[in-house]
T-cell receptor, first 113, second 116 residues
Framework: GNSVTQMEGPVTLSEEAFLTINCTYT??????LFWYVQYPGEGLQLLLK?????DKGSNKGFEATYRKETTSFHLEKGSVQVSDSAVYFC????????????FGKGITLSVRP | EAGVAQSPRYKIIEKRQSVAFWCNPI?????LYWYQQILGQGPKLLIQ????????DSQLPKDRFSAERLKGVDSTLKIQPAKLEDSAVYLC??????????????FGPGTRLTVL
C-alpha cells in the first residue's frame, strides 16, 4: 500500500536559518506529491505540489523536488521566518486510488526570533 | 471564493453519546472527503464522496460512523455511540478534477471532538 514517512520532530530553528524537512514515500502507482501546512488554530493549507518526476513545486519561498529515483520530496527554505512556525505534512495522492491523500505524521517547526 | 465550511468548531460529549458534524464544500466541487486527525498523527481518510455517491469508505468504522451527502452538496458525518478513542479533529475537504487528473484538495478548519 501507499505510505509517507517524515523525519522525526519537532524542529526548532533561529530566524533566517536554512530549513530541510525530509519526506520519503512508497507508492504502487505514479503519485502526485504535496506539502500541506497547518498554522496554529487554522486548517490545513496546500503549500506546494508536484505531479510528476523531476517537477519542482514552490510557494512562499519553500521548494520541493519530486525525486522518483530516491522516492523523496524534501521541503526546503533558504531563510525561515517566525511566521513559518507551523506543522508541515507531506502527502501523496494516487490517481489509481481515487486520488485519496495519504499523509505523513507531520512535523512541528518552531522558529525563534 | 468561499472556502470549505465546517460546524461546529468544537464539541465535547460523553462516551456513548452521539454527535454530528456538518460540511459545506467549495461551490462546484464534486468530490468531498472526511478525514480523522488524531493528535500527533496525519489525517486519515474516513470516506470519499463523488457527488452524492460513496467512492471509498473502506476505513470508516461502519458500526458507529455514518455519513451522507444529500443532493451532492453538503455532507454530515455522525458518530453513534462515541468512544473515547474518537477524540480527534474531523476535517472535511473538497476538490474538483484538475487538468492533470490530480485533484487538489482544499480543507476546512475542522471540528475538534473531545469524548469524555
Amino acid at each position: 500500500g501507499n505510505s509517507v514517512t517524515q523525519m522525526e520532530g519537532p524542529v526548532t530553528l533561529s530566524e533566517e536559518a536554512f530549513l530541510t524537512i525530509n519526506c520519503t514515500y512508497t507508492a504502487t502507482g505514479y503519485p502526485s506529491l504535496f506539502w500541506y501546512v497547518q498554522y496554529p488554530g487554522e486548517g490545513l493549507q496546500l503549500l506546494l505540489k508536484a505531479t510528476k518526476a523531476d517537477d519542482k513545486g514552490s510557494n512562499k519561498g519553500f521548494e520541493a523536488t519530486y525525486r522518483k529515483e530516491t522516492t523523496s520530496f524534501h521541503l526546503e527554505k533558504g531563510s525561515v521566518q517566525v511566521s513559518d512556525s507551523a506543522v508541515y505534512f507531506c502527502a501523496l495522492s494516487d490517481p489509481g486510488a481515487n486520488s485519496k491523500l495519504t499523509f505523513g505524521k507531520g512535523i512541528t517547526l518552531s522558529v525563534r526570533p | 471564493e468561499a472556502g470549505v465550511a465546517q460546524s461546529p468548531r468544537y464539541k465535547i460529549i460523553e462516551k456513548r453519546q452521539s454527535v454530528a458534524f456538518w460540511c459545506n464544500p467549495i461551490s462546484g466541487h464534486a468530490t468531498l472527503y472526511w478525514y480523522q486527525q488524531i493528535l500527533g498523527q496525519g489525517p486519515k481518510l474516513l470516506i470519499q464522496f463523488q457527488n452524492n455517491g460513496v467512492v471509498d469508505d473502506s476505513q470508516l468504522p461502519k458500526d458507529r460512523f455514518s455519513a451522507e451527502r444529500l443532493k451532492g452538496v453538503d455532507s454530515t458525518l455522525k458518530i453513534q455511540p462515541a468512544k473515547l478513542e474518537d477524540s480527534a479533529v474531523y476535517l472535511c475537504a473538497s476538490s474538483s478534477p484538475g487538468t492533470t487528473g490530480t485533484d487538489t484538495q482544499y480543507f476546512g478548519p475542522g471540528t475538534r471532538l473531545t469524548v469524555l
